[in-house]
């Protein structure tokens, strides 16, 4: 590694599992435990907006209660400006992927933008609901631990800088 791991400027090469391991080193785990975070963190807002429209139902007789039918689009909506937002951002990771460590690259090592992060979202989706054993058992098969998805748009998870540095000093 002679070169800064993480520079803004694109490479040439992909990310190799072989002479860099501490790229790949326990991403598929924490890439689950991100996702699961994520969830969450794309759920609350939508369970506060439901309850909101269930109180806001008895105050108008019932009538609030057409509401729930904008909350089924507005979550698709709220999922892909998360995404847009978070993984097309700056740090190219959702906040569950920066809690755990890792983050969302192109194979040349250019950060995600933000319409490569909702394409990303979007046939995640997609494979996960016509392969769904597939999109995961791929990432069992092959070095970069890329899922699917990830070999249709040209991406990989790997770990993050400061997670890089740890693993590398116990190389």
Known sequence: ??????????????FDPVSEPEYFHGVLSRRFVA??????????????AGLVIF???FLTLGLGWFLFSLVGPASVV???????????????????MRAMGVEM????????????AVVSVVLFWVATSVFTP????????????????????????VNNEVRILELSRYR
Request: glycine residues 10%.
């Open 1 to 14: 590694m002679s070169e800064a791991p993480y520079s803004r400027e694109p490479r040439p090469y992909v």
């Open 55 to 57: 109180v806001f139902g």
């Open 105 to 116: 690259r192109q194979l040349d090592g250019a950060p995600m933008t933000p319409t490569l």
């Open 134 to 157: 597939l999109v995961a058992v791929v990432a069992l098969f092959n070095g970069r631990k890329r899922l699917l998805h990830d070999f249709i748009i040209g991406t990989v998870v």
């Open 78 to 96: 709220w999922a892909l400006i998360y995404a847009g937002l978070t993984l097309g951002g700056r740090q190219s990771a959702t906040l569950g």
């Open 35 to 48: 996702f699961l975070l994520d969830a969450v963190i794309v759920a609350v807002p939508i369970a506060m």
